[in-house]
């Protein structure tokens, strides 16, 4: 691999941004060289959205110089850092669905003749391209009728077209499956070899060992340390992202209580809705967490939202208390006192433009109703309590939720539940896209109110997560629920195996 | 993400002010009030009088905006009301007539909502029916006619006064404090705010949104009812094809002066109704001023170019760069 003392492809000095008094970059070097792919790393806040933005001249940096090929350059904009040869792939792709692949490729330079564009041209070309990538697609279809990762790699297909040298990838890999992973990370590495600079921000610690050259980690703002991968074991690395040792919190497991003593809160019997999950059963328990595990699209979303009442089963009973209930919408839910935290944090989940008092208080305020509003010195009450109690920071009340990070917004939602004291708590994915401090917190919080007799509903595809926490795990394939595992049973092979459809094999069971 | 930071309303506070000073320069008796057969009289009660029935209106449009809704159909509203007023007035009791023409608007605001609520078609499409189809319900009340009228009762709710107080400027008041209670007093304002910021994480939160956008609508009917009948009373008659014409776009604008975005989520009931003085004192003063009338338009886009930009958050951001430029240097 070329990664010698060779000049850099890309180097960035002293890069400093705050935002009203809040010191958001301090001092920050980076550099990049031609042909590695280079993790960017660090808590939520730490400063990599920050510092990804400055760099591409999204947004104006107070201090720092940056050098492309030895040359200064100062973009101004998205469109300036692309011409330069610095393009971004945001976890959201940017581009338009509805437009066919080939269209989305060429967008604004395409080719024409005569004024008129020449979509058979545009079409070949487009195929040409992406055969590169080994992706055989029809370019003629809308981007929009293809996975999450094609649509991906078309984004990177259109940024390296676009003459990049650099490229940068704000978690690619957030909503990708292992598969698409693998489709994606052989496309990195054939850029790689192209001499193509990438810098790659992600959460997932595995990726980074499997793909990554070095690797630079920000905390609060600075620069905490670059390494080459092989000179920092993921045990330093954790350290160096949290400064801390991380707790103890995620490793251990405690002993597991025979399921059939827990009085159940609510049973379901063959609940299903046609085209979404097919008929299930499903028991959950006080001081018990049933863990729900599968590839994106398996049917997990939309079991608990079905649970929940978001969608409406169109068979199967539900029963609370031993008594047939009917669960038609979140608020007939919520009067059995359930809760339910969406995965789609940003849509589903906060409103950006409230404070972090109004989301904590607004699912306990709808329970109450209109007409019994929570005098403001109780809502300031609740808000101080979550926010000591869960650690949301900054901790502030009555800043607008969507200035937090994501990790202290999903806080601020798990304490929107908590303040309606729930007996049963669904959580769809309460750890994508947040940092690994905050990740040991929310683990432990999950454990912490399962002690305390709540019963828990999680969906995760972080399985040596779910393995921590979880008393029972349902597994799921092609919106069905095709395994139960409980017990001492529940471990990453046999939720791999059963995943797969493999014949379980005999794993070794840890306790 | 551009967030808007809780507002205090400083630019159309200082905008009024603004204006109501370029009144006075231009007509130096402007702030000249005096007392007249029990009667507040003077420019500065005409601006509140008269931008009355506009006030009254933005009430209602305020929260059909914040719930990412629009009420086109207001000012033919205020036609129907006006027009069942101004035909029941000489033959029926006060409380009748106001059942009724109050009546028609609740109606017409439950046909908007239900549109919207139930059947969910867009609001401005919603709302453009009955705006069109409002005017044509109006002129077959008054069978095409100007209906007059002569009950003293009605005719002074446009034309009597209370303590002085011109009843326009009471009854604007009172459907104020009313609003204010009913949507800040509970938590109505709170619901509101949240399922026009984000309609689906309310709804996931347990909000009714539906039957709250049903409401607004009902709101906005009964606040333009209200206007309608002062508008009536105001001239003793009833003209379909005129009353209110064009006021659904004062009162939208005097929502937007007032801060509230288009997009839904938080809202200023006060401010809404700043916006409205904003905008009669501004055709005031233009009659005072002497210009021509018609330069009334282009005046009033101006001013309203001039609130919206120092709202705006990003121009704000501009001017901050300026004063780092060519500010004072820190050491």
Redesign the interface.
């Known amino acids: 691999m070329p990664l010698t003392d060779d000049a850099p492809l890309l180097s960035l000095a002293g890069f400093s941004k705050s935002f009203a008094g809040f010191v958001a970059l301090d001092r920050v070097d980076f550099t990049l060289r031609a042909g590695e792919i280079h993790a960017l790393l660090g808590e939520n806040g730490a400063g990599k959205s920050t510092l990804i933005k400055t760099m591409t001249g999204v947004v104006t940096r107070d201090a720092g110089t940056m050098r492309l090929n030895g040359a200064e350059i100062a973009p101004r904009s998205a469109e300036e850092a692309v011409k330069a040869g610095i393009a971004t792939v945001y976890q959201e792709v940017n581009l338009a669905p509805n437009l066919s692949v080939a269209q989305n490729l060429f967008l604004g330079r395409q080719p024409t003749r005569f004024g008129l564009v020449r979509e058979r041209e545009m079409r070949r070309r487009a195929a040409a391209l992406l055969t590169e990538f080994g992706l055989a697609i029809d370019v003629s279809s809308p981007l929009e009728s293809y996975s999450v990762a094609i649509q991906h790699i078309v984004a990177i297909a259109r940024a390296v077209d676009q003459s990049a040298r650099v490229l940068i990838l704000d978690e690619p890999t957030a909503s990708l499956d292992a598969h698409e992973v693998e489709v994606l990370f052989a496309v990195l590495r054939q850029l790689q070899a192209r001499g193509i600079g990438i810098v790659f921000v992600t959460h997932f610690l595995d990726q980074v060992y499997a793909i990554c050259d070095r690797i630079t980690v920000l905390r609060n703002g600075r620069l905490a340390g670059t390494a080459p991968i092989a000179d920092l074991p993921r045990l330093d690395l954790v350290r160096l992202m949290l400064g801390r040792e991380l707790s103890e919190a995620t490793a251990k497991r405690p002993p597991h209580v025979e399921s059939a003593a827990r009085t159940p809160v609510a049973t379901f019997a063959a609940f299903g809705k046609e085209g979404q999950v097919a008929p299930f059963d499903l028991t959950l328990r006080a001081g018990h967490v049933v863990g729900l595990a599968g590839l994106l699209g398996s049917g997990r979303t939309e079991t608990v939202r079905l649970v929940?009442g978001?969608e409406k089963a169109d068979c199967g009973t539900a029963e609370v208390d031993g008594r047939r209930v009917a669960i038609g919408s979140?608020?007939e839910a919520?009067r059995l006192r359930f809760g339910?935290c969406?995965e789609e944090r940003k849509?589903?989940?906060?409103?950006?433009?409230?404070t972090v008092r109004?989301n904590i208080?607004?699912?306990l305020?709808?329970?109450?109703?209109?007409?019994?509003?929570?005098p403001r010195r109780e809502q300031d009450e609740i808000a101080a309590k979550f926010i000591r109690l869960l650690d949301i920071r900054p901790p502030d009340p009555?800043r607008?939720i969507?200035?937090l990070s994501g990790g202290n917004q999903q806080k601020a939602l798990l304490a929107?539940w908590l303040a309606t004291s729930p007996r049963l708590l669904i959580l769809d994915e309460p750890t994508r896209g947040i940092d690994v401090g905050a990740h040991a917190e929310i683990i432990a919080l999950i454990r912490s109110l399962c002690a305390e007799g709540m019963a828990l509903l999680v969906v995760s595809s972080e399985l040596e997560e779910i393995v921590t926490y979880a008393d029972e795990v349902i597994v799921l394939r092609d919106r069905a629920h095709v395994a139960r595992l409980s017990g001492d049973a529940v471990d990453v092979p046999a939720i791999l195996a059963a995943i797969a459809d493999a014949p379980s094999a005999p794993a070794a069971r840890h306790a | 993400m551009a967030l808007r930071l809780p507002r205090v309303g400083t630019a159309q506070i200082g905008a009024l002010a603004l204006i109501l000073a370029a009144n006075w320069v231009v007509s130096p008796q402007f702030f000249d009030i005096r007392l007249q057969d029990g009667r507040l009289f003077g420019s500065l009660i005409d601006v509140l009088n008269r931008g009355a029935p506009v006030a009254l209106l933005s009430l209602g449009m305020v929260l059909v905006i914040a719930m990412r809704g629009i009420d086109l159909s207001v000012g033919a509203v205020m036609a129907i009301s006006g027009a069942i007023a101004a035909s029941l007035a000489d033959s029926h009791s006060l409380p009748v007539v106001l059942a009724a023409a109050l009546g028609a608007g609740l109606l017409c605001g439950l046909w908007n909502g239900f549109l919207v609520a139930v059947l969910g078609i867009q609001p401005i499409v919603a709302t453009l029916i009955l705006m069109v189809a409002g005017r044509g319900i109006a002129q077959l009340i008054t069978e095409g006619r100007i209906v007059t009228f002569t009950s003293p009762d009605l005719a002074f709710l446009g034309g009597g006064s209370v303590l002085g107080v011109p009843t326009p400027i009471v009854l604007a008041l009172a459907m104020l404090a009313l609003t204010l209670a009913v949507v800040r007093g509970t938590a109505l304002g709170l619901m509101i705010e949240a399922s026009g910021g984000n309609p689906r994480a309310s709804a996931l939160a347990g909000i009714g949104t539906r039957l709250i956008t049903l409401a607004v609508y009902v709101w906005s009917g009964l606040c333009a009812a209200l206007a309608g009948i002062v508008a009536a009373a105001d001239i003793l008659g009833a003209d379909a094809n005129n009353a209110g014409l064009w006021l659904e776009l004062d009162a939208i604008l005097a929502v937007v002066i007032g801060g509230t975005s288009l997009f839904g989520g938080r809202f200023s009931i006060i401010l809404a109704v700043v916006g409205a003085l904003i905008i009669q004192a501004m055709n005031t003063g233009i009659l005072l001023s002497g210009l021509p009338p018609e330069t009334n338009l282009v005046v009033k886009a101006v001013v309203v170019l001039a609130v919206l930009l120092a709202q705006s958050p990003r121009l704000g951001a501009h001017l901050a760069g300026l004063r780092v430029l060519f500010g004072p240097r820190k050491a």
């Open positions: 929940f978001a979140p608020r919520m339910y969406p849509t589903e989940g906060i409103v950006a433009d409230l109004e208080v607004l699912a305020q709808a329970q109450r109703g209109a007409l019994a509003p929570l009555e607008p969507g200035l929107r």
